[in-house]
């Protein structure tokens, strides 16, 4: 009988931006699945809570908390640190930390744009350079990216935050052929319209006024919605798959389906 390879226990994870959102939701997915994460945000008061939740949880894995500021590289090398010294290895990156404004492209200042790539794709390549240096002397690792249905199609007020996007995807391919030979996967995962507090801060609104998420042709996901897509990617179950990005957008409509999903198009 072909066994079921879906788990991660045991494996040591970094889940970069995972005070809230989504990349709490991995850290708590993974971890749930026996894996010992080591997660980070700008701010401890932030993310030791989370840490705190998955330690006092009867969950397999153990929590780390770091305070880290993935737009920093100084910064990332001491999570890679404190994260080898904790756990003694790192088998999972996600990179999860990130983050926008909508604002048209004419008026987006010089500093605006640096701040958006310096978060969204910098900040990858800190993380994916000071890790994957740890893996490439291990025994391997699975490399998960966080990119967007907008780094996949145009959407109107997101030129900064599209590019950067759209550049994870081309980084994850070439990535996933370059460290092919170190037993090194990256994958990434595209998602559509998540309902989390930082969509409701762009937005300007409540995350209690958020669009209803269970309505079929406005559908907005659950950040354990993509968790689980990771979990996947991360586990032996997705070992034939590299340099992939899997969309997780809910309604299969062509183009970007955000705004449409906002009730704007
Ligand atoms: C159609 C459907 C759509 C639908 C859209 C719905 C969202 C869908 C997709 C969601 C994707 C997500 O990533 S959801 C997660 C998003 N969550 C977040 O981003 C929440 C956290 N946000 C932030 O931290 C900030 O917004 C962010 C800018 C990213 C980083 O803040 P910092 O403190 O590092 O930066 P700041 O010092 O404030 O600003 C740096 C520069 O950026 C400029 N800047 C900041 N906000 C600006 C703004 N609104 N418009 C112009 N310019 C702005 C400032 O003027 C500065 O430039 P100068 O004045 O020249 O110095
Ligand atoms: N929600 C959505 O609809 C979609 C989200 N995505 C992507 O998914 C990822 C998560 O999004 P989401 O959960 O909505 O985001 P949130 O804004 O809700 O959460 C972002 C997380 O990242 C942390 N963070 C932000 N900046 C930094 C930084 N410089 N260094 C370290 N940590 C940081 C925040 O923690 P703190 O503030 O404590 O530092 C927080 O934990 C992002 O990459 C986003 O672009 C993609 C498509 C759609």
């Known amino acids: 009988m ?25 850290a708590k997915t993974l971890a749930a699945g026996g894996a010992n994460v080591a997660i980070c945000s700008r701010s401890m008061d932030r993310v030791g809570p989370v840490a705190e939740e998955i330690n006092e949880s009867d969950t397999d894995g153990e929590a780390l908390a770091v305070e880290c500021n993935v737009r920093e ?4 090398q001491n999570l890679v640190d404190e994260t080898v ?8 990156l996600v990179n999860n930390a990130g983050g926008e404004f909508v604002a048209p492209f004419e008026e987006i200042s010089e ?24 893996m490439r002397e291990g025994s391997g690792g699975v490399i998960v990216n966080l990119s967007s249905v907008n780094g996949q199609h145009a959407a109107p007020g997101e030129s900064h935050y599209g590019a950067s996007k759209a550049a994870i995807i081309r980084l994850t391919e070439t990535l996933a052929v370059e460290w092919a030979e170190h037993d090194i996967r990256v994958n990434c995962v595209a998602p ?17 006024d958020m669009p209803p998420r269970e309505n ?19 586990s032996p179950a997705a070992s034939f798959m590299n340099g ?13 389906s955000m705004s449409q999903d906002l009730g704007l198009e």
């Open 85 to 92: 010294d904790e756990f003694g290895d790192i088998d999972v």
């Open 111 to 134: 500093n605006g744009w640096q701040t958006i790539v310096d978060l969204n794709l910098n900040s990858t390549v800190h993380c994916t350079q000071l890790a994957g240096e740890v």
């Open 244 to 256: 992939e990005t899997v969309t997780a957008k809910g309604v299969p409509r062509a183009g970007n």
């Open 73 to 76: 590289r100084d910064q990332v």
């Open 2 to 26: 072909h066994e079921p390879k879906f788990g991660v226990a045991g494996e040591t994870a970094i889940v970069t931006g995972a005070s809230q959102g989504i990349g709490e939701s991995i």
């Open 192 to 208: 559509g319209l998540v309902q989390t507090p930082g969509v409701a801060e762009t937005l300007g609104i409540d995350s209690e």
């Open 216 to 234: 079929a042709e406005r559908r907005i996901g659950h950040p354990e919605e993509i968790a689980d897509v990771v979990q996947f990617l991360v």
